[in-house]
């Protein structure tokens, strides 16, 4: 069984920072990629960042120049830093990441809420 648990969200005002992370725990033998998704209310669950195995990255354009995407492959754990919010970066945030166990499987983190006030 895997695991992925998400920290770091929260309330913060447009222009602020925020950083996330997200372990993988469990019967893991590696991690290919993983990454970032989001969904706001009334809006499908969307791609915000995603970095391979080899640390190749790519982002959505609306967030581009603005966020992150790192990992540490020692510790199993992706981050997301976000700069320069906007409010209409409000949403759920997920991770994501293809786990070999050895079978290839993806996971999903449940979640945690990202709130950028105007």
């Known amino acids: 069984q895997v695991q992925l648990v998400e920290s770091g969200g929260g309330l913060v005002q447009a222009g602020g920072s925020l950083r996330l992370s997200c372990a993988a725990s469990?019967?893991?033998?590696?991690?290919?990629?993983m990454g970032w998704y989001r969904q706001a209310p009334g809006k499908q669950r969307e791609l915000v960042a995603r970095i391979t195995s080899g640390e190749n990255t790519n982002y959505a354009d609306s967030v581009k120049g603005r966020f992150t995407i790192s990992r540490d492959n020692a510790q199993n754990t992706v981050y997301l830093q976000m700069n320069s919010l906007k409010f209409e970066d409000t949403a759920v945030y997920y991770c994501n990441a293809e786990v070999v166990t050895p079978y290839k499987t993806h996971y999903w983190g449940q979640g945690t809420q990202v709130t950028v006030s105007s």
């Open positions: 469990g019967s893991i033998f590696s991690i290919n990629a």
